[in-house]
């Protein structure tokens, strides 16, 4: 696989663009960070990627399985058989079996004119498609070998319960696969979020979470393997759920696969900006005999030993950790069937031939079950800590839990109050829900801090799970407020409003929520004073750098409070008949309680601002007023000079200066100074330029003297539409995903040290 790896980068480093894979997803023209994200482009090197993670932890299974080497390694090689046959790239008869990333353009286009021609690589294929401009991000380098060894992963625990069915050993493989389970739990929790860091830095929806199906593919594996992790030390604790943990793992493991089927497919090429188009027929039906010949083994084996796997008859009691445990479980898999049904309706709608949707708001459709969902599963990670197995007395557990429940209370109720949350789009009871789980989520950090020190006695090397929990209330308080809290501060309040707007998913937009900037005019937006200050491009780079700058001035002194300047960067791409689009990258100012998140949505069409408009001349004395379109320019000065009378004209012979103050039909006033300059035999003119009126003045001298030349042209006025949020302790979101990866770890580490 290490051999494979260098030999498709030399290819792509090179720009060998006769090879197919090169040419489709890398240039000569993309910078060298962004060359290993052309890896991820490809289906090929995607699963490259995803069956050498497959080595490398097998490598590990290897070393450390003892007993259980033989078992889990047969179930992962039979994956890494389906992985190595996705890019094998072979036929079959007509049956295509993968596709292989060194397949040459020639062998793939045989038809193709150009390679009738010995020097088509010269003539035609001198440079490649390039790398979505999407993936043109660092988190692009980053985020796929983190998601895709979680991905990996998933198949150990998995792999393990395979294992305990085939060797009869019923419970046994519970302990070896524990720190395997948090292992993958940990780096699919860490892949996800990196994603999501990734769509905050270059999508343009306005945060981190869209409901995007191909969001939803990868959090639904990581939902189930949380639960089945919690269903799995119930067992090991009480031998309880020893059937469910089967389940949990094995569903967990097929999702996963189910989740690569529908974002490399096609299948959700219209709803998903971020999916893979597919490889036709033959991806489709690798996958579909994937997910059957796995699900045929696990159903299989588990019901050959069915009657064998020990089952314990006493109920739990619902003063039992187990008990609540089992409940977590459960409410994560309904949240995770619940996203799979409304992200599969592409699938649901060409199997029964309806014609399905989600509704034009499909955040909500989600948001308004798993607001619940958090409710739930905050308040279980806060009390389920302090119960013990088998029973808790209510006294014992009543004494433990009062302290934490009046302090996060007590939180809560001050964020509630003021903090100002008045999310009222979806109603009052919408915004009930919200409160009810930041008390939750809070209540899980304040419980679970508690616990470390009340039920641990501080012994920290215990506390993984605790820790674990206290990172994902945190992430669930700051989505809660992030969301609530987010606000538009680009209000368009100038009156300019630019037509044919569009939001992130292609929607049309009234512009309301867009302000307009005109190049080097102060605009007030909230309580910033924001200058559009201008734009530049660098050689071989495909962006537009934008300079944005913030102004914000004490209401009553008029002192500089806060000060910044921002460069969101769009792509500009060619388009019908012509026209240039750009696909925007926005830019964040950190603080350490909020992100103002900037982005540019519309600019004029570079092709369309030729300039096709003359001057107009007019004799013009001190006093004179001109009347224009938008209108009038008022003469205050006429000024001629030459070096004979005036000692400031060194340089010069001679001057003609003009001193005009251009008055708009709204009231607005702005001065302009145009010139023409004498040297020896020539003219040299000064043109002003009053960019919102989209005027160019200038000055020229005849034998009947002084004219000013006004010419009215859009050409001049250079803008962009802008949008911008402000996102309320974002930074806590990514602490919270930090604190509980090291959770997840902390345990890992304790439980491979215990075997």
């Known amino acids: 696989m290490i051999a494979t790896f260098v030999m498709l980068y030399i290819i792509i480093y090179n720009h060998y663009f006769e090879y197919q894979f090169a040419y489709k997803h890398s240039s000569r023209t993309l910078p060298t960070e962004y060359l290993l994200s052309s890896f991820w482009e490809g289906q090929e090197g995607s699963f490259m990627l995803w069956n050498f993670w497959h080595c490398i932890l097998g490598l590990l299974i290897i070393s450390t399985a003892k007993k259980w080497e033989a078992p889990v390694m047969t179930v992962v090689s039979l994956a890494q058989v389906f992985l190595s046959s996705f890019v094998i790239g072979i036929y079959f008869f007509d049956v295509k079996v993968g596709s292989s990333p060194f397949v040459l353009m020639r062998n793939e286009n045989p038809w193709a004119p150009i390679f009738q021609d010995p020097q088509y690589l010269q003539k035609y294929l001198r440079d490649g498609n390039g790398l979505n401009i999407l993936l043109q991000n660092y988190w692009m380098t980053i985020h796929p070998p983190v998601i895709f060894l979680g991905f990996a992963s998933t198949i150990v625990p998995f792999a393990f319960a395979i294992a305990g069915l085939w060797k009869k050993e019923y419970s046994e493989w519970i302990k070896p696969a524990l720190p395997w389970t948090l292992f993958s739990a940990a780096m699919l929790g860490v892949g996800i979020m990196m994603g999501a860091a990734w769509a905050y830095e270059s999508l343009t929806f306005g945060g981190y979470w869209a409901w995007d199906p191909v969001e939803n593919a990868s959090l639904v594996p990581w939902l189930i393997m949380v639960a089945g992790l919690h269903i799995m030390l119930v067992n090991k604790s009480t031998g309880h759920s020893s059937k469910a943990s089967?389940?949990?793992?094995?569903?967990?493991?097929?999702?996963l696969i189910y989740s690569t089927f529908l974002t490399r497919t096609g299948v959700l090429g219209d709803t998903s900006v971020h999916s893979f188009t597919g490889e036709g027929d033959s991806l489709f039906w690798h996958l579909i005999i994937k997910m059957s010949l796995f699900s045929l083994l696990f159903v299989f084996l588990y019901f050959k030993n069915s009657k064998q796997i020990p089952v314990v008859k006493k109920e739990e009691e619902i003063s039992s950790r187990e008990f609540w445990m089992f409940v977590g479980a459960l409410v994560f898999l309904i949240s995770a069937a619940y996203i799979t049904f409304y992200t599969s309706l592409p699938i649901i709608n060409k199997i029964f031939g309806t014609n399905k949707a989600i509704g034009e708001d499909p955040e909500y459709i989600y948001n308004r079950v798993m607001i619940l969902i958090a409710v739930i599963i905050g308040l279980l990670t806060a009390i389920t800590q302090y119960l013990k197995y088998k029973g808790t007395p209510r006294n014992f557990w009543m004494?433990?839990?009062?302290?934490?429940?009046?302090?996060?209370a007590l939180i809560s109720l001050s964020i509630s109050i003021f903090g100002k949350i008045s999310y009222d789009k979806y109603g009052a009871g919408y915004l009930g829900a919200i409160h009810l789980a930041l008390f939750a989520s809070i209540y899980s950090v304040v419980a679970n801090t508690a616990y470390i020190w009340s039920g641990l006695k501080g012994k920290l090397k215990s506390a993984g799970g605790s820790v674990a929990h206290i990172g994902f209330g945190l992430v669930l308080v700051a989505i809660l407020i992030t969301s609530s809290k987010k606000e538009v501060i680009s209000i368009n309040r100038t009156g300019i409003m630019i037509p044919g707007l569009t939001d992130p998913k292609g929607r049309p937009d009234s512009g309301l929520e867009n302000i307009t900037l005109i190049m080097g005019v102060p605009t007030p937006m909230g309580k910033y004073m924001v200058t559009y200050e201008g734009d530049t491009s660098l050689p071989n780079d495909e962006k537009m750098y934008f300079k944005v700058n913030?102004?914000?001035?004490?209401?009553?002194?008029?002192?500089?409070?806060?000060?910044?300047?921002?460069?969101?960067d769009a792509f500009l791409m060619k388009g019908e008949e012509g026209r240039t689009s750009l696909s925007a990258n926005p830019d964040s100012r950190h603080y350490w309680n909020k992100d103002i998140f900037t982005f540019v949505t519309s600019m004029p069409d570079p092709e369309a601002a030729k300039d096709t408009a003359s001057f107009k001349n007019f004799p013009v004395r001190t006093g004179d007023t001109i009347y224009y379109s938008k209108g009038y320019i008022l003469v205050d000065q006429v000024i001629e000079a030459n070096k004979n009378s005036n000692k400031d004209l060194p340089l010069v012979d001679s001057a003609w200066l003009a001193d005009v103050s251009v008055v708009s039909n709204d009231g607005m006033s702005y001065k302009a100074n145009p010139a023409l300059f004498a040297k020896g035999n020539n003219l040299i003119p000064k043109r002003d330029t009053v960019i919102s009126q989209s005027?160019?003045?200038?000055?020229?001298?005849?034998?009947?003297?002084?004219?000013?030349?006004?010419?009215?042209?859009?050409?001049?006025?250079?803008?962009?539409?802008?949008?911008?949020?402000?996102f309320p302790f974002i930074g806590l979101l990514w602490l919270g995903v930090i604190i509980m990866t090291i959770g997840f770890f902390m345990s890992m580490f304790r439980r491979f040290s215990a075997n």
Do not use: C, R
């Open 246 to 255: 089967f389940w949990f793992l094995f569903l967990a493991f097929l999702t």
């Open 399 to 408: 004494k433990k839990v009062a302290v934490p429940t009046f302090i996060a």
């Open 550 to 568: 913030y102004v914000h001035k004490d209401s009553a002194t008029q002192k500089i409070k806060e000060q910044f300047t921002l460069y969101p």
């Open 695 to 726: 005027l160019v003045l200038q000055v020229d001298k005849t034998a009947k003297g002084i004219e000013l030349g006004v010419k009215e042209s859009n050409a001049v006025m250079k803008y962009i539409t802008l949008k911008a949020f402000q």
